[in-house]
Nanobody, 119 residues
Framework: QVQLVESGGGLVQAGGSLRLSCAASGSTLSIIAVAWYRQAPGKQREFVAQIGAGGVANYADSVKGRFTISRDKARDTVYLQMNSLKPEDTGLYYC?????????????WGQGTQVTVSS
């Protein structure tokens, strides 16, 4: 079992930056990938970025070149550095951890951290 806690959200002007943190606890050695998702009011949750084994990262087209996902393995923490923020980046940002145990892939979610980008 994995518990995730997001932090770092807030209110920022367009063009500004924020860094989100996702701290994992529990069976962290079973984590094979960590991703960030976001959900705007009235919209579906969408993929933002993911970092997998070996540090390989991938991003949604909408954030490529602006967001960077990274990890601090010693602290079981994944970060999302968000630069050049746009109003459309506004939403509740969730951390997702994929685990592989007993030949089963599971997903765990944090409670989210709010990001609001004003124009």
């Amino acid at each position: 079992q994995v518990q995730l806690v997001e932090s770092g959200g807030g209110l920022v002007q367009a063009g500004g930056s924020l860094r989100l943190s996702c701290a994992a606890s529990g069976s962290t050695l079973s984590i094979i990938a960590v991703a960030w998702y976001r959900q705007a009011p009235g919209k579906q949750r969408e993929f933002v970025a993911q970092i997998g084994a070996g540090g390989v990262a991938n991003y949604a087209d909408s954030v490529k070149g602006r967001f960077t996902i990274s990890r601090d393995k010693a602290r079981d923490t994944v970060y999302l550095q968000m630069n050049s923020l746009k109003p459309e980046d506004t939403g509740l940002y969730y951390c997702n951890a994929k685990t592989a145990t007993h030949q089963t892939v599971d997903n765990y979610w944090g409670q989210g951290t709010q990001v609001t980008v004003s124009s």
